[in-house]
């Protein structure tokens, strides 16, 4: 990868990448944008996530309403814990959604 593996003066397309992240002149941005960017796209993969978990268990159980009266009725049975578990995860989803989204709103 590099010419005499100093580890310090790249060739080819390492050079230009190099170049690249370590030239101001090619890379004007700043380190808090990119980190900034960074977070922005990791929180908005994590929404997206979150997203299609919540509209999986829309679709299983219509609403968290609804499901956190099915357990009311019908209770939870010792052998399977799915009921509940579901509960947990949709519960989990929406406050990690709110603190995703209030992130965001901050940036």
């Known amino acids: 990868m590099f010419a005499d593996n100093s580890q310090t003066r790249p ?14 002149e090619l890379l004007s941005i700043s380190d808090e944008d990119l980190l900034l960017r960074g977070i922005t796209t990791e929180a908005t993969e994590r929404i997206f ?3 299609r978990a919540a509209l999986r268990l829309q679709a299983k159980y219509g609403s968290l309403e609804v499901l956190e009266q099915r357990i009311k009725l019908e209770g939870v049975s010792p052998d399977d814990h799915t009921l509940y578990t579901d509960l947990l995860e949709w519960r ?7 603190e995703l989204v209030s992130l965001l709103e901050m940036v």
Do not use: M
């Not at 060739?11 to 101001?24: A, D, K, M, T, W």
């Not at 989990?92 to 709110?98: D, F, G, K, N, P």
């Open 49 to 51: 996530s979150l997203k």
């Open 11 to 24: 060739v080819g397309l390492c050079r230009v990448l190099y170049n690249l992240f370590y030239s101001s």
């Open 92 to 98: 989990a989803i929406r406050q990690e959604l709110t």
